[in-house]
Nanobody
Framework: VQLQASGGGLVQPGGSLRLSCTYS????????MGWYRQAPGKQRELVAV???????NYADSVKGRFAISRDSAKNTVYLQMNSLKPEDTAVYYC??????????WGQGTQVTVSS
């Protein structure tokens, strides 16, 4: 499984970005798809995950502002980020966990929220 993330950049507070993660492989072998982020000097943290055929979960800090979605026809997972805050600044990573429990990571895309 290979993942390619894109869509990061510099945005002003209150702005929006949409991250995309294109993946290879069959979705039938996937259990969870999601996004994590890591700010400088901090540990990587969960942002949003979607369980295939199940629920979607968000970090409390992004609830109501971020939305995860996927397009199986395009083999892509999205993270729509609205009302961005400076504390959302981080490198964002897409993640897929297979049904066998193996984690796959994309290369990361930088999101900087600053005026």
């Amino acid at each position: 499984v290979q993942l390619q993330a894109s869509g990061g950049g510099l945005v002003q507070p209150g702005g929006s970005l949409r991250l995309s993660c294109t993946y290879s492989g069959s979705i039938f072998s996937f259990r969870v798809m999601g996004w994590y982020r890591q700010a400088p000097g901090k540990q990587r943290e969960l942002v949003a995950v979607t369980i295939i055929g199940g629920s979607t979960n968000y970090a409390d800090s992004v609830k109501g502002r971020f939305a995860i979605s996927r397009d199986s026809a395009k083999n892509t997972v999205y993270l729509q980020m609205n009302s961005l805050k400076p504390e959302d600044t981080a490198v964002y990573y897409c993640n897929i966990r297979s049904v066998s429990g193996v984690n796959y990571w994309g290369q990361g895309t930088q999101v900087t929220v600053s005026s």
